[in-house]
């Protein structure tokens, strides 16, 4: 199975990162952590975009606040489809980052999920590696058969739970 990397431009994005290595763990996904900024070691950034392919890497997340040029800069130099997580900040609350995400020029996409959103990122990484790995769209199958009947076993319980 292809490998997800998942790129932080600072470790204090490691947080929301986490989710996404457990998620990615409990679908029996390979993994490799780095730490790369846009703009303090574009030569590495770029660097490991260009590898990416043949050191056996298959989907590309990417995770930064503020400017949040990360994904973007990472999309440029790959064809591997990058999935850009905008990390909340204290100055604009995420907003910038989710822009910043979105606003990608035509021909170089970046797949953007919410402010934060590590578990997606893994999960839609999940997808895009499970068109060609049947085993893992099985176990995304049963993902969501499991969390829809979490759901209804709160439903179930929610009407007793409203009158107390």
């Known amino acids: 199975m292809k490998k997800v990397g998942i790129i932080m431009g600072s ?13 990615l763990r409990s679908l029996g996904i390979p993994y490799e952590t780095h730490v790369y900024s846009a703009h303090r070691t574009p030569a590495e950034a770029r660097d490991f975009a260009l590898n990416a392919r043949e050191n056996g890497f298959g989907v590309l997340i990417c995770a930064a606040g503020m400017a949040a040029h990360l994904a973007g800069a990472i999309a440029a130099n ?4 990058v999935i850009g997580i905008p990390c909340k ?11 910043a995400t979105v606003m990608m020029p035509s021909g170089i996409p970046v797949a953007a ?3 934060d959103g590590g578990v ?4 839609l990484s999940a997808q895009i590696l499970a068109l ?8 995304l199958d049963e993902k969501r058969k499991k969390d829809a009947e979490a759901v209804l076993e709160k439903d179930a319980g ?7």
Do not use: C, F, Q, Y
């Open 158 to 164: 929610i009407a007793a739970r409203i009158e107390e």
């Open 78 to 81: 790959t064809t591997l489809p």
């Open 120 to 123: 997606n990122a893994a999960l």
């Open 11 to 23: 470790d204090s994005d490691l947080p929301i990162l986490k989710k996404t290595a457990s998620t």
């Open 89 to 99: 900040s204290n100055t604009l609350d995420g907003i910038d980052a989710l822009l």
């Open 113 to 115: 999920v919410a402010i």
């Open 132 to 139: 060609s790995e049947p085993e893992l769209a099985e176990k």
